[in-house]
């Protein structure tokens, strides 16, 4: 595990809010938000996003305003540079990643392309 200095990820002020408040309400305000990507999705590559309670060994710590964001090193390398923001919407709210590795993206906005994912890419399944 190591805690990063300069966050490969950052949070936006409303997301760290938003996150705060979820895990006072679960009674977890410890757990920490886990940001992956894995392999898939329409457009090659997809985001998710999980809590956690334990570190991995091999995991990046990024702490921010009290709240930690963990990333594992495959997810690392497509996270670099990108803002985590909650946004509330008329079809609900939440956590959305804006990654400036993406060079296409699903209009879910749950799967992106970094320009070498192609072949990994699935049929659409959100509407677009």
Same mark, same amino acid.
């Given at each position: 595990m190591s805690v990063v200095t300069e966050p490969m990820v950052t949070l936006t002020v409303e997301a760290v809010e938003q996150l705060r408040d979820y895990l006072d309400e679960q009674g977890t305000p410890e757990a920490m938000l886990r940001v992956f990507v894995s392999p898939g999705g329409c457009s090659g590559l997809s985001y998710g996003m999980t809590m956690e309670d334990v570190a991995e060994d091999d995991d990046h710590v990024i702490e921010q305003h009290g709240v930690k964001v963990l990333v594992d090193q495959?997810?690392?390398?497509? =996270?670099? !540079?990108?803002?985590? *923001?909650?946004?509330? $919407? =008329?079809? !609900?709210? @939440?956590? &959305?990643? /804006? %990654?400036? %590795?993406?060079?296409?993206?699903?209009?879910? @906005? /749950? $799967?992106? *392309? &970094? !320009?070498?994912?192609a072949s990994t890419s699935q049929g659409c399944g959100c509407g677009a």
């Open positions: 495959f997810s690392a390398m497509y =996270l670099e !540079g990108s803002e985590i *923001d909650y946004v509330n $919407s =008329l079809m !609900g709210g @939440g956590f &959305t990643v /804006h %990654n400036p %590795n993406a060079v296409a993206s699903c209009a879910c @906005g /749950h $799967s992106f *392309d &970094t !320009g070498e994912n």
